[in-house]
């Protein structure tokens, strides 16, 4: 009674149909285009995260500036250098007192004084008067070769503030005994009555390395 009808001949199904693909088809086209976009936005947010993070940990143009924000008012002293190691002197004093806990407060009344100095650092004082021959090196302090002790004695010698620049500024070794080009950094009373403790630091001015003071490192 009833007959078997083919949907697709019916023209209204057709219809249907063929807007259903149409849709599907379009929302195939637009669906890399919202990929895209999403993609856009993802990276524009992670650029601006790493600008932003960039100027926020950038190195100040001006160092002198910089000390006195942290430090206030409190003097600075050291050799007038028209050049610098990879550490700088502002630099280097801020690595020292960051150690020593010194800020704004504790330092009221006391000056900073920062030199750039070539010292050596030894463990056997045998082993500092066999570089000091060998190197042809005049040293002022230097343990006496007659006493008993000698082979045991620790300790470091400056060998004078380093004037002009040098080509290497990384540490020197050899047996027992070590040469470094140091920012010497020390905090006095005004009026250099004294030194209060800690007032005396060691920065290698090649790494910025802290250098226990007497010690081969």
Not at 7 to 20: A, D, R
Not at 136 to 142: A, F, I, K, S
Not at 163 to 169: A, G, I, M, R
């Amino acid at each position: 009674m009833f007959k078997n009808v083919e949907l697709s001949t019916i023209p209204q199904y057709t219809s249907l149909k063929l807007e259903e693909k149409e849709s599907t088809t379009e929302a195939k086209k637009r669906f890399p285009f919202k990929a895209l976009a999403c993609g856009l936005i993802v990276l524009a947010f992670v650029v601006g995260m790493l600008a932003f993070t960039s100027l926020l940990f950038a190195p100040s143009d001006n160092p002198e500036a910089t000390y006195h924000n942290l430090y206030g008012s409190t003097p600075l002293e050291g050799g007038n250098y028209s050049f610098s190691p990879p550490i700088s002197m502002y630099r280097a004093v801020d690595i020292a007192l960051a150690s020593d806990g010194w800020n704004q407060s504790s330092l009221q009344n006391m000056t900073v004084h920062a030199s750039l100095e070539k010292m050596v650092f030894y463990t056997n004082g045998s082993a500092l008067l066999e570089y000091a021959d060998k190197e042809n090196v005049t040293l002022t302090g230097y343990p006496s070769a007659s006493n008993p002790s000698i082979g045991t004695m620790s300790g470091f010698e400056t060998l004078g503030e380093v004037t002009v620049p040098v080509d290497n500024y990384q540490p020197q070794f050899y047996d027992q005994v070590t040469v470094r080009y140091i920012w010497s950094i020390t905090v006095m009373q005004n009026g250099g009555s004294s030194i209060p403790p800690p007032g005396i630091s060691f920065v290698d001015a090649s790494s910025g390395e802290l250098v226990p003071v007497g010690l081969l490192i």
